[in-house]
């Protein structure tokens, strides 16, 4: 079963608008932790935000912020504003407890091409 | 220079030969990755590695194996490279919150 989904495998964007990218994950951990990424047309991958299952409140990093509800198990990434650099596909991901106690991995959805239009 | 360095950046070889990526890193962590991304798929973990001595399979390891010469160094290897591996690999490391550190990553094409 698919532990982090996006449901929307492009998206197109007026420049200046905001824009909420979807993730929902799954898990019956009840420590975690949600990422986003972003990986322009160069390839990079660029952390943008992180979430942790116990954080009361939502994530903020400049124009990002991530629309965390934990009983919907949804993990939004909202940016403000947009700009043409954002034009880039985004990546949810979540921290997975691996069987080495203490040691973890990063499972990722499917990801989101987003498109920014001048 | 980067943090985590992968080489080569772009290969292109034929079905039947072995390939290695190399990767290396310094920022001192313990724990390191390789991930193959493939359009549509998102990124699949290979491998990982929590110290010299610790190998672990990935949910794709089928083809692959890696090798871990260093705290600093893990390579991923294709002992006999074929069409369907042709993909975008990238080494990752952790410091152990869970956020990873990517190279840039390394194209391969398998012909």
């Known amino acids: 079963a698919q532990k982090i989904t996006q449901t929307q495998p492009g998206m197109f964007v007026q420049e200046k608008e905001a824009v909420t990218l979807d993730c929902t994950y799954d898990?019956?951990?009840?420590?975690?932790?949600l990422f986003w990424y972003k990986q322009p047309s160069s390839g990079e991958m660029i952390f943008l935000i992180y979430?942790?299952?116990?954080?009361?409140q939502n994530a903020t990093e400049g124009r990002y912020s991530l629309n965390f509800q934990k009983a919907r198990k949804s993990a939004n990434l909202v940016i403000s504003a947009s700009q043409l650099g954002d034009s880039a596909m985004y990546f949810c991901a979540m921290r997975e407890p691996l069987p080495n106690f203490g040691n973890e991995k990063l499972t990722f959805g499917t990801g989101t091409r987003l498109t920014i239009i001048p | 220079d980067a943090d985590v360095t992968q080489t080569p950046r772009n290969r292109i070889t034929k079905t039947g030969k072995r390939i290695m990526l190399e990767c290396s890193q310094t920022?001192?962590?313990?724990?390191m990755y390789w991930y193959r991304q493939d359009p549509g798929l998102g990124l699949r973990l290979i491998y990982y590695?929590?110290?010299?001595?610790?190998?672990n399979k990935g949910e794709i390891s089928d083809g692959y194996s890696v090798s871990r010469q260093a705290q600093a160094k893990f390579s991923l290897s294709l002992e006999s490279a074929i069409p369907n591996q042709t993909a975008l690999y990238f080494c990752?490391?952790?410091?152990?919150?869970?956020?990873?550190?990517f190279g840039e990553g390394s194209r391969l094409t398998v012909l």
């Open positions: 898990t019956s951990d009840q420590s975690y932790g």
């Open positions: 979430q942790g299952s116990y954080d009361e």
């Open positions: 990752a490391t952790g410091s152990g919150t869970g956020e990873l550190f």
């Open positions: 590695s929590f110290d010299v001595k610790d190998i």
């Open positions: 920022k001192g962590h313990d724990r």
